[in-house]
């Protein structure tokens, strides 16, 4: 991929982004967060796909293609804030049997050195995967005592907070923990990416169709910049977070963790904003719990802090410019 989508990338992105627009409407998204609510069903169709071993090998069971291919899944899938564990499922599928069809939904935790340990969609999940500096371990989550959090930051993102860490078995040492640190960094990013698309185009339709003294809204000069400066946000992401893939793909061409921490600096940016901009073109009702501009708020306020926030990538990016 040179910084461009191939035609097979377009297709790849054209079909995520219809099944999810079929298969996981807005409704359906909401109701991710009631009790209850996870949709093996169609967490399974989601799986079917390839979503998850996108970036594994045949031989694997995966569909052999690159990582950058797996950002641009991600990115699809977080425009129509597609729900569930789908960082841990990518991360975990070549190793952990069940996830790569779906039929074990993983709860992912990258454990803190202090503070709570939270834990997204634990109460619907099959397995806890534990990331700390000197590897990954796998347990049962029927082993794991947690107590959910009854009003979570996003809506449709449950959580859970670990009284204590569980033993588990380790799947891999230090070296899998880096990988799955820096990949999931850049899923998270990707998917925040594709937030501040979708927000951005929720904006632009509704200042097309809500009126003022006979005018659409969206023709006025002040809303114009604001959505222009959304625009921008986005193609500042989407470019941060392509190269980024890329450079996973290939790291000869240049430093990965500084294009990862990069990514997730202008993909956090620019979803927060962007969402913000879409609260505030939809004026008074922007603030309502019926409108969806504070859905793509919340979610990119969970995700901007995923596998790493971004005073920490920011710190990456200076301290790797000072060692050049």
């Not at 996830?99 to 109460?123: K, M, N, Q, Y």
């Not at 000069?221 to 946000?233: E, F």
Request: charged fraction near 20%; charge should be negative.
């Amino acid at each position: 991929m040179d910084l461009q989508p191939t035609d097979d990338q377009v297709a790849l992105i054209e079909m995520v982004t219809g099944f999810a627009s079929n298969r996981f409407p807005i409704e359906i998204v909401r109701s991710f967060g009631q009790s209850n609510g996870f949709d093996r069903d169609r967490w399974t169709e989601l799986a079917a796909l390839g979503t998850f071993g996108i970036a594994l090998s045949e031989a694997e069971g995966g569909v052999g293609l690159n990582f950058i291919d797996a950002v641009l899944v991600h990115e699809a899938l977080g425009s129509a804030l597609v729900p569930g564990p789908l960082i841990a499922a990518t991360l975990s599928a070549g190793l952990v049997d069940g996830v790569l069809d779906g039929s074990v939904v993983p709860a992912l935790i990258d454990i803190p050195t202090d503070g709570p340990i939270v834990v997204e969609h634990f109460r619907s999940s099959d397995v806890l995967l534990m990331v700390d500096n000197n590897g990954v371990r796998i347990t049962p989550s029927s082993r794991a005592d947690c107590i959910d959090i009854a009003h979570s930051t996003d809506p449709t993102t449950p959580v859970s907070i670990l009284k204590s860490v569980p033993d588990g078995e380790l799947l891999g040492g230090p070296e899998l923990a880096a990988a799955w640190l820096r990949r999931g960094s850049l899923l998270a990013s990707a998917q925040l990416s594709g937030n501040s698309t979708g927000s951005t185009n929720l904006a632009v339709a509704y200042a097309k169709e809500r009126e003022q003294f006979g005018r659409p809204i969206g023709s006025f000069q002040g809303l114009k910049h604001l959505l222009a400066d959304s625009w921008i946000r986005t193609e500042l992401a989407r470019s941060s977070v392509w190269a980024a893939g890329v450079m996973v793909d290939e790291p000869d061409v240049g430093s990965a963790d500084r294009a990862v921490a990069g990514a997730r600096l202008t993909a956090a940016r620019a979803a927060t904003e962007n969402a913000k901009t879409c609260v505030q073109v939809h004026g008074g009702m922007g603030f309502t719990w019926e409108v969806d501009a504070h859905l793509f708020l919340k979610r990119a306020w969970v995700l901007e802090t995923v596998f790493g926030t971004r005073d920490e990538a920011a710190e990456v990016v200076a301290n790797l410019y000072v060692e050049i």
